[in-house]
Nanobody, 129 residues
Framework: QVQLVESGGNLVQTGGSLILSCETS?????????ITWFRQVPGRDREGIAC????????IYGDFVKGRFAITTDVAKTTVYLTMRNLEVDDTAVYYC?????????????????????WGQGTQVTVSS
């Protein structure tokens, strides 16, 4: 059974850093596997943060990231990390990782929620001023 488990959320001050982890138990990357980090604030749509995929060479980031975040994996690709620096109050949200195995995830579709087959339970990040 494939599972995604996020961890690493915490309370930090503005300007601080966090590393979130997404453990991908049983996920087979195959030829078109994708793992993406999303976040959601109550009352707002879930937004894509960063995506790493077999469908393209380099990670893709949301415009708001502005070089502050980085998505990486361990060598075995069993854990996907989101390293966040220079955190702002507006980064406060529940952070989710999601998995997909479809060639439809491309530059223009990576943040389309319905393309993702599996979601983690989320981890809370709170940034205080």
């Amino acid at each position: 059974q494939v599972q995604l488990v996020e961890s690493g959320g915490n309370l930090v001050q503005t300007g601080g850093s966090l590393i979130l982890s997404c453990e991908t138990s049983g996920f087979a990357w195959g030829g078109d596997g994708t793992i993406t980090w999303f976040r959601q604030v109550p009352g707002r749509d879930r937004e894509g943060i960063a995506c790493i995929s077999r469908n393209f060479r380099d990670p893709i980031y949301g415009d708001f990231v502005k070089g502050r975040f980085a998505i990486t994996t361990d060598v075995a690709k069993t854990t996907v990390y989101l390293t966040m620096r220079n955190l702002e109050v507006d980064d406060t949200a529940v952070y989710y990782c999601a998995a997909a195995t479809t060639p439809r995830i491309r530059m223009g579709t990576w943040n389309w929620l319905y393309l993702y087959e599996l979601w983690g339970q989320g981890t809370q990040v709170t940034v205080s001023s």
